[in-house]
Structure formats: structure tokens, C-alpha cells
């Protein structure tokens, strides 16, 4: 059957607490977890995580908190807290934004992780957990990751996690005074099988050595 002739489109992304080997994903409500995260997001030495976000830095968990509520009920956010499986530490935030349920579209933006979460396992399994929850359980048929141009690491990121460059909107914003020149990424359903594979397989204990290295990397496995 060719579901572009049968589209009824897709319910909005409601992801509710779930957990993988190393990180679990739960909804954020803010502003209440700002007090959570802003220890791990927002103290000394952390101003560099904002950089590239439009929001913060922030000086205190209130303000913290009470702008990511504004954000995300502006803009129709749903927004998602990490926690470290074992312990429940807070480890960072992302959020699912520019939901189009009638397109079977979402984007995953505003993250924001932790020094203790980024190029970690967990940090690749929450990206895992929230892709498989808008193609496996709502049957979306695009998700999005989009960036300041000047991003580096969010570029090299998309493509490592599977997504497709599409393009750059030259002069798409100003953000915090700059002008932003934004990097398009997607991914198709069609695409998610193979991503799904590889994450799984990445992830898996097997692919890492006794001191927590991986034996195989993510694009190499997608590839294979």
C-alpha cells in the first residue's frame, strides 16, 4: 500500500518515562525542573552549553525555570529531562518542537547536555529512545534536526546519528544579536529501520570493551 495515498496523519509526540541501559527519558515540567537541572546545566563554567541555544545562559533556577515554560508553551514545545538510569542523576534536556501532526513531522531541538552526558553512550541512547518514540510508536514520517550554521559539534552530531544534511537557510534568524544561518538535517521513515538497527547494535554490551570503549562506531555499523 503507498501510505502517501493513504496519509490520515499522526497523533502529537507524548512520550511518557521510559529507560534504556544507561539513561531514562521523562516529560519535563517546568518550571519546576529547573531547580533539577540547573545545577548540572547552568553553574560555573557551564555558559558555553547556551552558546548556540536561544535561551540563557541563567543565573538562578527560577528564571531558568520560568523562561523554559514561556519557550515551551510559546512555541508548542514538548520537552523531555535525562536522568542517569542508575542513580537519577539530571543529566541534560532536549525537546521535541515544530510538531505537525497532519505532516507526520517533528524536530528535536534545545538540547542542552550535560558535561557528565555528552560523548557518552547514554547521550546517543536518550537521542535513540526519542527518535524510536515518534517513528515506532506514532508512525511520523519526518524528523528534524536544525542549527546554527557556525555549530560544528550539532553538524557533526546529525550526520553521526543518522540524519541527512538538506541544506542551509542563509540569514534564517537572529539569536542573542547574531545573525544565524541555519544547517537543515532530517530523517525519513524509510530511513529509520537501518538507524534503528545500527543504534541498537551500537548500543548493545557487546560493543563495548571492559573500560567502556566502543569497539565499533555508530556510522560504521549504520553503513555495514
Known amino acids: 500500500m503507498n501510505r502517501e495515498l493513504n496519509w490520515s496523519g499522526c497523533t502529537a509526540p507524548a512520550l511518557s518515562r521510559v529507560a534504556g541501559r544507561f539513561v531514562s527519558v521523562e ?90 552526558l555528552k560523548r557518552t553512550p547514554a547521550a546517543t541512547e536518550a537521542m535513540y529512545l526519542m527518535a524510536k518514540h515518534v517513528f515506532d510508536d506514532l508512525g511520523y514520517r519526518r524528523y528534524e534536526w536544525k542549527c546554527n550554521n557556525a555549530n560544528e559539534a550539532s553538524k557533526r552530531a546529525a550526520a553521526r546519528l543518522g540524519f541527512s544534511f538538506e541544506g542551509i537557510f542563509r540569514q534564517d534568524l537572529v539569536v542573542k544579536g547574531r545573525n544565524r544561518d541555519t544547517a537543515w538535517f532530517s530523517m525519513l521513515d524509510k530511513e529509520w529501520p537501518v538507524a534503528k538497527a545500527a543504534f541498537e547494535a551500537w548500543l548493545a554490551p557487546e560493543n563495548f570493551d571492559a573500560d567502556g570503549r566502543q569497539l565499533h562506531r555508530l556510522q560504521d555499523m549504520r553503513a555495514a
Not at 28 to 38: D, I, N, R, S, T
Not at 73 to 82: E, R, S
Not at 90 to 116: H, K, W
Open 27 to 116: 516529560p519535563a515540567v517546568f518550571p519546576e525542573a529547573g531547580e533539577a537541572l540547573f545545577p548540572v546545566l547552568c553553574g560555573p563554567g557551564d555558559d558555553g552549553l547556551w552558546t548556540y541555544i536561544p535561551l540563557g545562559p541563567f543565573e538562578n533556577p527560577s528564571q531558568f525555570g520560568e523562561a523554559m515554560a514561556a519557550a515551551i508553551k510559546a512555541g508548542g514545545w514538548k520537552t523531555h529531562l535525562f536522568r542517569d538510569v542508575d542513580d537519577g542523576a539530571p543529566l541534560g534536556m532536549a525537546s521535541y518542537m515544530r510538531i505537525r501532526p497532519e505532516a507526520g513531522s517533528a524536530e528535536i531541538g534545545t538540547i542542552v547536555f550535560s558535561n557528565r
